[in-house]
């Protein structure tokens, strides 16, 4: 049987999603865990992520699928993963699904939000969950920019080195911004076909300064023109990034088509 499993984790202990050696990881501590549940004497069954995140990273709807060796009802096993997982991770939802199903490669979107703290000094008790930006912004010229993110662009200067996408294309649907007035938050959401290697923290920092007016409004744009990540600047912290929801065919009738295979 194959399951797709959403879960929340906390980011902060954890040197990102993706399995490494000596290091803890999500996928390594999922695996532990079904496989345990399985009874499997070695981690025979393999864990599919819907993709990465960096070490720091939160998540509150990261999306897996794995093939279970027996039946269980969903309820069930949601429970049984919770009940061995660590304090900073929990299963929100077990569906069973068709053996056709993919986490990653049936993936139409993505939906992140980053949070700022525009406090002066670094909040000790946000330190782990908000970037930090201590300089006054400008909203209205913010959202103005953020307009240049929409569509399909080249985002060459939004990716970070390392990066093994095969194109630097990508499609953005909706990006937003707000002031969270209780939290003294600046709060960014975005929702696209697909995030290249670090790039929503790059757009995010790009944002900042044309908000602190040390970037002209019109600074993505000649981003765009230039294709050169060092005009970026800056790559805001992983601590303040959230995987929201991951999207797939059905889930957004405004935007139904999945990741085309030469941009995945």
Do not use: C
């Amino acid at each position: 049987m194959r399951y797709k499993v959403t879960l929340a984790y906390d980011g902060t202990n954890f040197a990102g999603f993706q399995r490494q050696p000596n290091q803890r990881t999500v996928e390594s501590e999922l695996t532990r865990v079904v496989n345990k549940m399985a009874k499997m004497p070695t981690p025979a069954i393999v864990i599919y992520g819907s993709g990465r995140t960096d070490a720091g990273v939160h998540a509150l709807g990261q999306v897996v699928h794995f093939d279970f060796p027996f039946p269980m009802k969903t309820e069930n096993m949601r429970k049984g993963l919770n009940s061995m997982l660590p304090v900073d991770m929990e299963v929100l939802k077990v569906s069973a699904v068709s053996d056709q199903f993919h986490a990653r490669y049936d993936v139409s979107g993505k939906r992140y939000v980053y949070r700022m703290d525009l406090g002066e000094f670094r909040n000790p008790f946000k330190r782990h969950y908000t970037g930090h930006w201590k300089f006054p912004v400008d909203l209205k010229k913010i959202r103005t920019a953020l307009n240049d993110l929409i569509g399909e662009h080249d985002f060459t200067s939004f990716v970070a080195s390392g990066s093994s996408a095969r194109t630097n294309y990508r499609t953005i649907y909706e990006a937003t911004a707000k002031i969270d007035e209780t939290q003294n938050e600046l709060v960014f959401e975005f929702y696209g076909n697909g995030f290249l290697y670090n790039q929503v923290r790059i757009m995010v920092g790009v944002l900042v300064e044309i908000g602190a007016g040390t970037r002209p409004v019109d600074g993505i744009q000649e981003l765009y023109r230039i294709n050169d990540r060092r005009y970026a600047r800056r790559t805001v912290p992983a601590s303040g990034l959230y995987l929201k929801h991951v999207y797939y065919e059905g889930d957004d009738p405004a935007h139904p088509t999945k990741l085309p295979k030469h941009q995945r």
